[in-house]
C-alpha cells in the first residue's frame, strides 16, 4: 500500500522557516519523481515543486523560487521542502504526491500539512 505521509507544517511569523517533510513507502521511491501542490483558502491546487528521481533535478513555480528548495533523501524515503523567507500568501495545506509513471499524473497524494505564515 503506498502511503505518503506529511509533517512539519506550522504558524510561522512573516520571513520566517519551515522544514516539510513527505515519509512515503509500498514504492520504489528511488525511481519516483516527487512533487509538492498546496492549496491556499479558497483557491484550487498550486503546483510548488518537483524533483526527479535518478538525477534529483528540482524544479520550481516562480512564486518560490529562491525561497524554498526540495530535496530527498532515498535511504529515508522521504521528500523535503525548505521554505525561508516565508510570506503571508504562502498559507495554504502543502501536499506532496507521487509522479505517476507516464511523468504528467500525480497518482498517490498525502494528507497534507498546513502551514500559516502571519503578517
Known amino acids: 500500500e503506498v502511503q505518503l505521509v506529511e509533517s512539519g507544517g506550522g504558524l510561522v511569523q512573516s520571513g520566517g522557516s519551515l522544514r516539510l517533510s513527505c515519509a512515503a513507502s509500498g514504492f520504489t521511491f528511488s525511481r519516483a519523481d516527487m512533487t509538492w501542490v498546496r492549496q491556499a483558502p479558497g483557491k484550487g491546487l498550486e503546483w510548488v515543486s518537483r524533483?526527479?528521481?535518478?538525477?534529483?533535478?528540482?524544479y520550481y513555480a516562480d512564486s518560490v523560487k529562491g525561497r524554498f528548495t526540495i530535496s530527498r533523501d532515498s535511504a529515508k524515503t522521504t521528500t523535503y521542502l525548505e521554505m525561508n523567507s516565508l510570506k503571508p500568501e504562502d498559507t495554504a495545506v502543502y501536499y506532496c504526491?507521487?509522479?505517476?509513471?507516464?511523468?504528467?499524473?500525480?497518482?498517490?497524494w498525502g494528507q497534507g500539512t498546513q502551514v500559516t505564515v502571519s503578517s
Open positions: 524533483i526527479n528521481s535518478g538525477s534529483g533535478t528540482p
Open positions: 504526491a507521487k509522479v505517476g509513471w507516464s511523468g504528467v499524473y500525480y497518482d498517490y
